[in-house]
């Protein structure tokens, strides 16, 4: 082939190759906003929008900080946009103020605009880091969709770093909620309940979703026994709770090796359903609460006397020199020298109760089988379990302080990756 033959293709080839390479930087680029706040939620782990505050309405300390008093005051009279604050993926980042179809002569410190948007940030270094963010190509896979924080606010969409960082401690049992999307809304009325519904995944990102209108929302089942009890929550399954826990790991191989969890009674324990309950102890016990975990019998299901057998008796036979078993009729206890109840277990033929903190107790099958829907049931007092310092402190106060807290999750089922969240939060006497 002569030089001639096959200068023209590959002159071809070079001068098309700029116009690929934009096009692909385009399709992999966050489109222009347009009024949209998804494109922004790849570069942030949390995004809360909520509406103004309006003439007379209280405004967040942050933005009075951030804003000058008559550009507040403006906002206040005439804004009819969400306002809404994210924080960025960048740990330590104080949050970003973000405000629509904000006045062209009211210049800000860190501030630039995006789309029909302005993002105020607290320092130059936050600001620069976001707009680098903002401007990285973003691959396919990355991309996240969550519908309501451009409809009616207020909204809410967190990631699984945000949720490790808010949950600390908690957050290995909080797999199902690993990334989420919530609408929320008052209910109004003398009760002033706040209602929120959505989706969340286990298996960022968060995409594909459909979403869940507020006449979707199913009512909440109350599980009785709160009377008694600071925290109840019931299951067909224990593998959204605990499934984690039991990936490959050390954890795994101290049960496999050393407590008698095979596999087969590992898939066993994983498919069981469940009632959990958090009981407040005595001040003179030596834990605050008692943990109770319930397997009750379920017709045509294995019985949990038989399955748990082996874990059981690898239990009694491997407690730590400090501690002994107690046996009487049904019931274990595991007490330590002074005699005082460390946990323990109980087998009959409603189920099996494992406890943690105080002697178990077979109320807690009382209620017989648990109900088949898929899916998790909450009912619990968050201001009575913040009472014992048990919530990690990084949770927003409102959920802290509220009385009440009442979720159900159900699982999905259309191959989506996304599971519905739905529930009710009563907001604490004299919150806003």
Not at 168 to 179: D, V, Y
Not at 222 to 238: A, D, F, V
């Amino acid at each position: 082939m002569g030089a001639a033959a096959w200068r023209r293709p590959c002159s071809v080839v070079f001068t098309a190759l700029p116009f690929a390479i934009g096009a692909w930087l385009i399709r992999t680029t966050p489109a222009d906003p347009a009024g949209s706040l998804q494109p922004l939620l790849p570069s942030v782990v949390m995004l809360q929008t909520f509406p103004p505050p309006g003439r007379g309405g209280i405004v967040p300390s942050l933005w009075r900080e951030r804003l000058p008093p008559v550009l507040t005051e403006r906002l206040q009279r005439q804004s009819s946009s969400p306002w809404a604050q994210a924080w960025s993926t960048h740990s330590g980042t104080p949050p970003f103020l973000i405000v629509r179809d904000l006045p062209g002569r009211f210049p800000l410190r860190h501030s630039f605009r995006w789309g029909t948007y302005t993002i105020i940030a607290a320092d130059p270094l936050s600001l620069q880091t976001l707009r680098a963010d903002l401007k990285r190509p973003l691959a396919a896979g990355h991309r996240r969709r969550c519908p309501p924080v451009d409809g009616p606010p207020p909204a809410l969409f967190w990631s699984s770093d945000a949720l490790a960082s808010l949950a600390g401690p908690l957050a290995p049992l909080l797999q199902p909620w690993q990334e989420g999307c919530l609408a929320l809304d008052g209910t109004g009325g003398p009760d002033r309940r706040l209602r929120w519904s959505g989706q969340v995944t286990s298996q960022p990102p968060l995409n594909g979703a459909p979403e869940m209108s507020s006449d979707q929302t199913p009512p909440i089942p109350t599980i009785g026994g709160l009377n008694q009890t600071l925290l109840t929550m019931e299951g067909n399954s224990l593998e959204p709770l605990i499934g984690g826990l039991l990936r490959p790991g050390p954890l795994l191989n101290e049960l496999r090796q050393n407590h008698g969890l095979s596999a087969p009674l590992e898939r066993q324990l994983l498919a069981s359903p469940f009632r959990l309950s958090l009981r407040a102890n005595r001040a003179d016990a030596p834990y605050r609460v008692t943990l109770l975990l319930a397997l009750p019998t379920q017709p045509g299901s294995p019985a949990p006397t038989r399955t748990l057998a082996p874990l059981l008796a690898a239990l009694g036979r491997d407690l730590p020199d400090d501690l002994r078993l107690l046996q009487e009729a049904d019931v274990s206890r595991v007490v330590d020298g002074s005699d005082q109840v460390r946990g323990g277990w109980l087998q009959n033929d409603r189920g099996v109760v494992l406890s943690l903190g105080g002697p178990p107790d077979k109320t807690t099958l009382a209620a017989g089988p648990v109900r088949q829907a898929k899916g998790l049931h909450l009912d619990a007092l968050p201001a009575a379990l913040e009472g014992l310092q048990l919530l990690p402190p990084a949770l927003p106060e409102t959920l802290r302080r509220s009385p009440r807290l009442q979720a159900v999750w159900s699982p999905e089922n259309t191959g989506s990756g996304a599971a519905q969240f739905w529930g009710w939060l009563t907001p604490a006497a004299g919150s806003p």
